[in-house]
Every structure is written in structure tokens, then in C-alpha cells.
Nanobody, 123 residues
Framework: QVQLAESGGGLVQAGGSLRLSCAAS????????MGWFRQAPGNKRDFVAT????????YYADSVKGRFTISRDNAKNTVYLQMNSLKPDDTAVYYC????????????????WGQGTQVTVSS
């Protein structure tokens, strides 16, 4: 497992942008696939985006496709989520997660999680 720490959340107006970062500890970050998930109050944790260990395989939830971009910098042990054209429905706690090598959209496939960062989009 790796230790993960998200940052970059905050309050933004609809139409605005935020970039989330997730810093990972350990020397094997490049062997992990990463995912971003989000959870609004009263809702289950939902898939947002995932990237495999090489960055060559990327998938997005339909709700964020074309607005969000996931990327990684293995030299910095960090994965990013660039969020543009934000909507009030994007309001949630955003979590990054890690699993070995191959990307996934399933919560249960990830075995390392960060503590989450709050994103609030006002209308």
C-alpha cells in the first residue's frame, strides 16, 4: 500500500476551475494505477477518473468527460485532477486511490485511499 494525501480543494463559483493534487509516499508510485472518486453527502462514493501506471490508459465518468483531466507525474509521485467548467453537482469530497498497475472504475478494486478534499461549487 501507499499513503496518499489530497490537496487543492476549495470553494469556487460555477464555471470555474480547480486542480486537485494527490501526493503519494513510497518509491513504487510508478507501479500503481490511480483513481479519483467523489462522495456527496448521503450518496455513495462515485468514480470520477482513473489512470494506469504508465499514463497510457485513462477513463472518465460520463458526467465529467470533456471537463476534467487526470494526469500523473511519476517523478513527483503525484496524480492530478484538473477540473474545468465546474457545476454545483460537482460538489463533493474528492478522494484519490491507488491499486497495482491497471486502472479501474470500481471502488472495491482500490486498496489505498487518501483522506479526501472538499470541493464546493456555488451557483
Amino acid at each position: 500500500q501507499v499513503q496518499l494525501a489530497e490537496s487543492g480543494g476549495g470553494l469556487v463559483q460555477a464555471g470555474g476551475s480547480l486542480r486537485l493534487s494527490c501526493a503519494a509516499s513510497g518509491r513504487t508510485f510508478s507501479s500503481y494505477a490511480m483513481g479519483w472518486f467523489r462522495q456527496a453527502p448521503g450518496n455513495k462514493r462515485d468514480f470520477v477518473a482513473t489512470i494506469d501506471w504508465s499514463g497510457g490508459s485513462i477513463y472518465y465518468a460520463d458526467s465529467v468527460k470533456g471537463r476534467f483531466t487526470i494526469s500523473r507525474d511519476n517523478a513527483k509521485n503525484t496524480v492530478y485532477l484538473q477540473m474545468n467548467s465546474l457545476k454545483p453537482d460537482d460538489t463533493a469530497v474528492y478522494y484519490c486511490a491507488a491499486r497495482p498497475y491497471t486502472s479501474s472504475w470500481k471502488v472495491v478494486d482500490f486498496d489505498s485511499w487518501g483522506q479526501g478534499t472538499q470541493v464546493t461549487v456555488s451557483s
